[in-house]
């Protein structure tokens, strides 16, 4: 069983529709017992840093989320809360990773919404994809560069687009909306 977090963050019945179209059945959930016994714990969301983290703290699931063993999937909102710090509502996030999550220059046009390529591609999460690829972004905070990043993409600056440390993935696009090419990140998510 594949459990997808429920923590106060919008876009998540998107991830479970895109699992269902590939054969995989998954529960929304905050329950500690259901996220701990799932065989893959993915955590998506489009939100605000600092009440997604209220509500991960208040259920107690950020402890719980740093102790899992099983593979994890971070997804925009859920990649930068698995960083140090989020420069949105000035918040402490998980520090799974070793990065700040900052807000892009206000110069350029912000949020970065739409389809952007990615490169230097550096996990099992991207097995079989080519740097050439575009994939779905929506974003107005991006994750440094950090020694976890595992693909990048440059929008007003280089960031992060990709980020692993041990059983812990993260993307700041959105698989779920990326086509095929979203589909297959997924499948190697789904077979580690």
């Not at 593979?71 to 859920?78: N, R, S, V």
């Not at 990773?97 to 996990?123: C, M, Q, Y």
């Not at 929008?155 to 059983?167: R, V």
Request: hydrophobic share 35%; glycine share 6%.
């Amino acid at each position: 069983m594949i459990a997808i977090i429920k923590y106060n963050a919008g876009n998540i019945s998107s991830v479970q529709n895109a699992l269902a179209r590939l054969g995989y059945d998954s529960v929304i959930t905050d329950d500690k017992s259901t996220i701990q016994s799932a065989s893959k714990v993915i955590f998506p969301g489009v939100g605000e840093a600092s009440s997604a983290m209220n509500y991960l703290r208040e259920k107690n699931l950020d402890g719980l989320l740093l102790s899992l063993q099983q593979p994890m999937l971070g997804i925009c909102l859920g990649l930068q809360l698995m960083c140090k710090h989020s420069e949105e509502g000035n918040t402490n996030c998980l520090g799974i990773f070793d990065a700040n999550v900052k807000r892009f220059p206000p110069t350029e046009i912000v949020p970065h919404t739409g389809w952007n390529s990615f490169s230097n591609l550096k996990s099992l999460l991207f097995k079989d994809i080519k740097k050439e690829n575009d994939v779905y972004y929506v974003h107005s905070y991006y994750a440094e560069e950090c020694k976890e990043t595992v693909a990048t993409c440059d929008y007003i600056l280089p960031f992060s687009a990709g980020l692993q440390k041990d059983n812990f993935y993260a993307t700041q696009f959105h698989p779920e909306k990326s086509a095929g090419i979203g589909e297959q990140i997924l499948k190697n998510f789904l077979s580690l």
